[in-house]
C-alpha cells in the first residue's frame, strides 16, 4: 500500500507519469505532504521509498537527477528529511514535506497542498485538519493508504453514505474506496 502511494506521489512532484496513468495529471508544480504515524516510521517507509537512504538520495522513486534539495528536520529523529525539492516536467520546482501524526493536528494548520499522502490512518483530527488544507484546490488529491486497524472509525465511517454502504466503489463524487482482501 504505502509503495503504491508513494509512487503517485514521485508522478505527481516530477509531472512523470506512465503511459497507461489515467488518473489525474498536474501539468505544474505541486506542494505535497507525506505523511504517517510518527517520525520514525515516516523515515523508514515513506522518505526511504521515495528518496532511498540518505547516503544513497536518489534510488528511491523520484529519480537522482530531479532532486534538487533535501532539507534535513532539525531535532527529532535522526537522519530524517523536513522537505524535499523536485524538478516538475514543466520546469518549476515541486516540494514534499514529510510529517507525522504523532505531532498533533496543530502541525497539519495553515498550509494549502495539492497533493496529500495519508499513509496509516491518521486520528479523526489530523485527518480532518489535513484535508482541510486541500479544500481550496479543485484538482487536489488525497491519497490513503492503510489497514483499518481501528475497525470502523470516525476516518473510515466518512468514507461510508450515511455511515452504511458498501465497501467498495464509488461512494461518492469525490471519493473512491478499494477493498483489498
Known amino acids: 500500500k504505502s509503495l503504491v502511494g508513494c509512487y503517485e506521489v514521485a508522478c505527481h512532484l516530477t509531472g512523470t507519469y506512465p503511459h497507461w496513468w489515467r488518473g489525474r495529471r498536474y501539468t505544474r508544480p505541486v506542494r505535497a505532504w507525506v505523511c504517517g504515524d510518527y517520525g520514525k516510521t515516516v523515515r523508514d517507509t515513506l522518505q526511504l521509498k521515495l528518496l532511498g537512504s540518505l547516503q544513497e538520495v536518489g534510488t528511491g522513486l523520484i529519480p537522482g537527477e530531479k532532486i534538487q534539495r533535501v532539507v534535513r528536520a532539525t531535532g527529532g529523529v535522526a537522519e530524517s528529511v523536513d522537505t524535499l ?97
Open 85 to 181: 525539492y523536485v524538478t516538475h516536467i514543466s520546469g518549476g520546482t515541486s516540494t514534499v514535506t514529510f510529517k507525522s501524526y504523532e505531532a498533533g493536528r496543530l502541525a497539519f494548520q495553515g498550509d494549502v497542498i495539492d497533493v496529500l499522502l495519508l499513509d496509516e490512518e491518521p486520528p479523526a483530527d489530523v485527518y480532518t485538519e489535513a484535508l482541510t488544507r486541500t479544500a481550496t484546490k479543485a484538482d487536489a488529491a488525497v491519497i490513503m493508504t492503510f489497514t483499518p486497524l481501528r475497525g470502523f472509525s470516525d476516518v473510515i465511517m466518512s468514507f461510508m453514505p450515511d455511515g452504511v454502504g458498501s465497501l467498495t466503489g464509488d461512494i461518492s463524487p469525490s471519493r473512491y474506496l478499494t477493498v483489498v482482501s
